[in-house]
């Protein structure tokens, strides 16, 4: 089993049909869950799956937490989207991965892309913060080139 981190290969044909919506007001609403290292989780992942998700503790309940869309932004021929950090407060747990995923309901919650922590992250009695990079055109979570 494994974590690795890609953009999903369903994301792509969804944007591609105009079934995701970044926009930052009225757009659609995305999620974040976080897996163990048990996860079987890849660019072949198409939607939101409790199996391996790490359990319910303090703020954090299966299906995980929704995301603040920041807006969408273009520079030098890169579109991008940014999400403000998320933090789970009152946990221990450990997780490996994330998944990103759209929670409006024509979308049955379509997997966005997996996150590969690199290795096990843990919280105990306290608070457990997904940090987004900034949201540049070589390093937003998500950015589309030509």
Known sequence: MAITQAICNSFKKQLLEADMNFKQTG???????????????????????????????????????????????????????????RSFTGVTLTARGALIYNTSSDTTNASVCVLDFGADKTATSGTFTIQFPAPTSTAAILRISG
């Open 27 to 85: 757009g659609d609403k995305f999620k974040i869950a976080l897996y163990s290292s048990t996860a079987t989780l890849n660019s072949a992942t198409t939607a939101f799956t409790a199996s391996s998700e790490v359990g319910n503790s303090g703020q954090y309940t299966s299906g995980g937490g929704l995301l603040v869309n920041n807006g969408t932004s273009i520079t030098a021929g890169v579109a991008r989207v940014d999400f403000a950090d």
